[in-house]
């Protein structure tokens, strides 16, 4: 997670369990102090989650609020117009086969139209974490919460969070 941050030590990212999240996996707020040079996020992630989902997907929702947090930072740091120069709005994205045959648009969901830069780099993440994962499951987790998914998406990503389901095919947690 570091490495989003460029291994910056000016960054201090504390996650803790929050129960009453409902259906949110996480939040994150974000502070920074001028005089100090450092920028601090506190990130809540869902107990319920915690508790019952699969560790891959704990990893992928605190990779996506880390991500949130960067972002806050960088639109800080940058300020508004930088900030959407650097990291442009995307509104629409497309998933291919290996032949590159487009089978699948979606839209980004409000308040994550920057983080489509980082679809990549949380399936990368999900898939050295556990190669043996399908990329259908990786990218149905790396999607969520932050685009629109088909309803067969939506259900791999609903037994990697519920693994009390038994259909998950990550690692549950101990």
């Known amino acids: 997670m570091k490495g989003v941050f460029n291994n910056n030590k000016n960054y201090n990212i504390i996650f803790r369990a929050k129960n009453g999240l409902g259906e949110t996996d996480g939040e994150t707020f974000i502070s920074h102090v001028d005089e100090f040079g450092t920028y601090k996020a506190i990130i809540n992630l869902n107990d319920n989650v915690l508790t019952n989902a699969a560790q891959e997907y704990i990893l992928v929702t605190m990779y996506h609020e880390v991500v949130h947090a960067f972002l806050g930072y960088e639109k800080f740091r940058l300020g508004n117009e930088a900030f959407q120069e650097q990291y442009p709005s995307v509104i629409v994205g497309s998933d291919y086969a290996a032949d590159g045959t487009m089978v699948n648009r979606y839209t980004f969901i ?8 980082f679809l990549t780099t949380l399936q990368n993440i999900l898939s050295a974490y556990n190669p043996s994962l399908s990329q259908e499951t990786i990218k149905a987790m790396a999607k969520a919460g932050i ?28």
């Open 110 to 117: 409000d308040e994550h139209h920057q983080v489509g830069a």
């Open 147 to 174: 685009t629109t998914t088909t309803a067969a998406e939506r259900e791999l990503n609903k037994n990697e969070r519920d693994t009390t389901l038994g259909k998950h095919k990550g690692t549950k947690c101990p």
